[in-house]
């Protein structure tokens, strides 16, 4: 395997960034090294991102928008200075553009709703269509299914082909002149796939098509640029990109954003309020009803910092040199399927696999015992292990933090794991 290893080039220095995470000291199972396999799940934390969540709650915890004192005026600058950091990242051409939200799912359902209560020329109907994928996380498929039982919209999708791809054979047929949203994943968290979302969103401009993109496997390892990637609606997540937990993105082109209606009603998203009627702050605000997410928009702000100092490109470039070591490795395991594209082009970090006939969580819990962390089940995605007729995958997913003799422990863990099945 060091033959192999030291033919791979773009590698980052894994060592030094390995020292910034400190739960990848960790053993477990009476002292088994601690091998991280699942960030598509979650990422794990660098010390830059735990420092700034302990540094605001020790100094400037306070509510956002509405203090005249001190700490509470250092907290809002912390939080709309994060909201700066994203728009930086993503290249958005305005701050007020980027809503903050709990979640990747919530920034989907935002939008669900949004088109459900809006006015023409953007209303979801029982005369429109909505479009989507198979291959999508379940947070873009279910709000969907949702608007389309209480509108009566008609919902459609992009089937798969064998090897993992998108089918987009009939693209004229599927995104029409009755189509009003078009909304898939950049890259699909089960499959590793990197759609042509190009090529799709050409379509549903033709058409007068609003398009989202949830790029939750897509912000925290490569580059996003909103603007060239021209889509309406761009939704992310910050744990999934060295964030904490409970802050999520929705970006959204800002002519979008001053016309359609709000999804919460509460404090701060306000600009007039009687007891007949309300009338709402400017986006973002307008969209971010309550108490926000203070602390973990300050964590997100310390994670895009992190990453940016890195560089996204560079992590980019690594992890398509592991992403290549390891289907290469992995398919020397015999019996062993890998579920979507069987090569390197194309995916991102993340490799779902079948392994004979084993299931999936026997798979997951013996190599568990080999302090191996990979996740097992159908990964919020069901209708791909439909698509290939499984019950569940085993799923291996890869970071800026990854090395070969990672991917190495898998491989050999496989092994184990087929010599205890017999």
Partial sequence: MTDARQGLSGLLDTEAIRKDFPILDRTVHDGKKLVYLDSAATSQKPRQVLDALNEYYERHNANVHRGVYTIAEEATALYEGARDKV???????????????????????????????????????????????????????????????RTGAKLKWFGITDDGRLDLSDIDEVITEKTKIVTLTLVSNIMGTINPVEKIIRRAQQVGALVCVDASQAAPHMVLDVQALQADFVAFTGHKMVGPTG???????QELLEDLPPFLGGGEMIETVSMHSSTYAPAPHKFEAGTPPIAQAVGLGAAVDYLSAIGMENIHHHEQAITAYAVKRLLEVPDLRIIGPATAEDRGATISFTLGDIHPHDVGQVLDEQGIAVRVGHHCARPVCLRYGIPATTRASFYLYSTPAEVDALVDGLEHVRNFFG
């Fill in 247 to 253: 802050i999520g993105v929705l970006w959204g082109r």
């Fill in 87 to 149: 728009a930086a990242f993503i290249n958005a051409p305005s701050r007020n553009e980027v809503i903050f939200t709990k979640n990747a799912s919530e920034s989907l359902n935002l939008v669900a709703n949004m088109l459900g209560w809006a006015d023409e020329p953007y209303r979801v109907d029982s005369d429109t269509e909505i479009v989507t994928t198979e291959m999508e996380h379940h947070s873009n498929i279910v709000p969907w299914q949702l608007l389309s039982q």
